[in-house]
């Protein structure tokens, strides 16, 4: 059934990456960030109390608190730099470098869980083909004037932050319901991104916000909790060295996408990545 659960929020999460790029065309990417993660506030607390997940919120231990806070801090500076990327950059291109947190994930995996060493050779030559397929992807020219690069560095730290969550919140969740967790990382990561809104004096960018990309942004957020909801679902019953590759997967639904609605063209080389990215995660997924 996890398995099944971290499909559906591979899918969600393709959906939520193009939905996301609509409403950051113009929009303030911070301003942005703080609308969309106040619609999966709503829908993780709606949920909570429609499965009856609130009840076990007062024996949530100390230690399951610490480090669901942190996976949300971890969260959010994650999505902010990957809002960021995506207002600048393409977004088959932000995307694959997003994805690459999936080999820092299974490195700290393996690294700090006795049970996700299961042919951890095996993991790691998966691992190197979805590094080198990520490479590809992002093919950067020589040359290429520093401004247009500043989408990488924007998406290679939301890969960072992306890894760093799917470790706490895997340690954050033992014996914990996955819909209350999702809700109580939520909380963090919204009262995380207003205080940036309002530290940088962009709550007027927020009041901007209307018609077409409001629309995308409150979508945006929909697929995003359910993706939420499918992962950490997944992670609380199965490997994180599985559930992370396959939640990756989300990269060929937004790669579709991107090339049939925003025309974007992947090179030959961005294929090769692509195609290597692909199948060292399904080789992940199926072998290990």
């Known amino acids: ?134 490479f590809l992807m992002t093919d950067i020219r020589r040359g290429e004037q520093r401004e247009k690069r500043v989408w990488f560095v924007f998406a290679l730290l939301s890969a960072v932050f992306a890894a760093a969550t799917s470790v706490l919140a895997k340690i954050g969740i033992e014996n914990v319901d996955s819909n209350a967790a999702t809700a109580i990382r939520t909380c963090v990561v919204l009262v995380m991104a207003w205080l940036i809104v309002f530290a940088r004096g962009e709550a007027g960018c927020v009041r901007a916000l209307r018609g077409r990309e409001l629309v995308f942004l409150l979508l945006s957020g929909v697929a995003t909790g359910a993706s939420w909801l499918c992962y950490y679902y997944a992670i609380r019953q199965g490997q994180v060295s599985i559930v992370v590759p396959i939640d990756k997967l989300s990269i060929l639904v937004t790669v579709l996408f991107s090339l049939i609605f925003f025309r974007e063209r992947l090179s030959f080389r961005a294929w090769c990545g692509l195609f290597l990215l692909t199948a060292g995660t399904v080789c992940m997924a199926v072998f290990t």
């Open 1 to 134: 059934m996890w398995l099944v659960a971290a499909i559906f929020s591979a899918l969600f999460a393709g959906v939520t990456a193009i939905l996301s790029k609509c409403g950051v065309k113009t929009a303030n990417s911070d301003a942005a960030t703080a609308v969309r993660t106040s619609v999966v506030l709503l829908f993780a607390w709606a949920i909570v109390f429609l499965t009856g997940a609130y009840t076990t919120l007062s024996s949530i231990g100390a230690r399951s608190w610490i480090f669901l806070i942190l996976s949300g801090l971890a969260t959010g500076a994650s999505w902010i730099c990957y809002f960021k990327a995506l207002s600048v950059g393409e977004v088959s291109k932000v995307a694959a470098v997003d994805k690459s947190g999936t080999v820092l994930s299974v490195l700290f995996a393996i690294c700090l869980f006795e049970n996700e060493r299961t042919l951890w050779w095996l993991k790691l030559i998966f691992l190197a083909m979805i590094a080198a397929g990520t």
